[in-house]
């Protein structure tokens, strides 16, 4: 089994990621994770297997066309080809703040340690490291900054409204 981070923490992966060339068969129980063009064509089946589903999607994917389901995901993955590009990043964000996803969001792909702050911030909370990162140390980097100036799915306010709001440490003079 596969280790990943989750909630800042390295677990064991239970979860089967399917690839779009897998071309066999679909296992029939377990946790699986599938491509978004597979959960397309198959809902109905995938929805009766035993098991928890989830789905990948590609960063150039449009969250609305998944948005109807996703109360059934329990997972949702978004595969970075690159870690330069930043449409998962965005794509992150719709599906935590536009279409109301509560699940586990899960980068896979080409997932370094240096880019788990920001996609934290963003709403993944669960991240598959490329095969040459250490999981135990990546935990690290969810501390390499203690402050964000812009707002986050994470703190919605950004820092120059925070700074405006009363401090209840404060005591009046």
Known sequence: MARIIKHRAVIQDNWQLLE???????PSD?????????????????????GH?????????????????LARFEVIAVRF??????RGYTLARLLRE?????????????VLR?????????????????ADQNPEQALSAFDDFAEAYQATVERPEPLFRR???????????
Do not use: N
Not at 20 to 26: F, H, V
Not at 116 to 129: E, M, V
């Open 114 to 130: 240096d880019q788990l702050c920001y996609l934290s911030r963003c709403g993944f909370d669960a991240f598959a490291l490329r």
């Open 53 to 69: 589903i989830g789905v990948w999607l590609q960063t150039d994917a449009d969250p609305s066309t998944i948005a109807q389901d």
């Open 163 to 173: 700074r405006l709001q009363p401090d209840p440490q404060r005591k009046a003079a």
């Open 30 to 50: 377990g946790d699986v994770v599938v491509p978004l063009e597979l959960w397309m064509r198959e809902r109905d089946t995938l929805s009766s297997r035993l």
């Open 81 to 86: 080809a690159s870690f330069t590009d930043g």
């Open 98 to 110: 536009r279409h109301g996803y509560r699940g586990e969001l899960r980068a896979i792909g080409d």
């Open 20 to 26: 779009q060339e897998s071309g066999g068969s679909l």
